[in-house]
Nanobody, 118 residues
Framework: QVQLVESGGGLVQPGGFLRLSCVASGITFSRYRMSWYRQAPGKERELVAQHISSDDSTNYADSVQGRFTISRDNAKNTVYLQMNSLKPDDTAVYYC???????????WGQGTQVTVSS
């Protein structure tokens, strides 16, 4: 059974920081492209950050470039999202995604709420 479990969300003031974690089980973690998405109320889910294991590259949405950092620890089956200089527009439910581009297996976590407000 595949599980992706996010944690680390919460309420933070503008300019603050949070670190999200996503622990995966039931998959060969190192094979998977790991991504963070977010969905704000009334908006579509959007890609925030992505780590591609095949070449150890990362991609970021323009809106978070320079503020967010995605990283992974294959020994712990965990992907992280360090979020700095948070803005109210970052308020959303953040979802962890694991995708194997060969088998096309695609898994999602349950999401963790991030609220940026004074």
């Amino acid at each position: 059974q595949v599980q992706l479990v996010e944690s680390g969300g919460g309420l933070v003031q503008p300019g603050g920081f949070l670190r999200l974690s996503c622990v995966a089980s039931g998959i060969t973690f190192s094979r998977y492209r790991m991504s963070w998405y977010r969905q704000a109320p009334g908006k579509e889910r959007e890609l925030v950050a992505q780590h591609i294991s095949s070449d150890d590259s990362t991609n970021y949405a323009d809106s978070v470039q320079g503020r967010f950092t995605i990283s992974r620890d294959n020994a712990k089956n965990t992907v992280y999202l360090q979020m700095n200089s948070l803005k109210p527009d970052d308020t959303a439910v953040y979802y962890c995604n694991a995708k194997d581009t060969i088998s096309r297996n695609d898994f999602w976590g349950q999401g963790t709420q991030v609220t940026v407000s004074s």
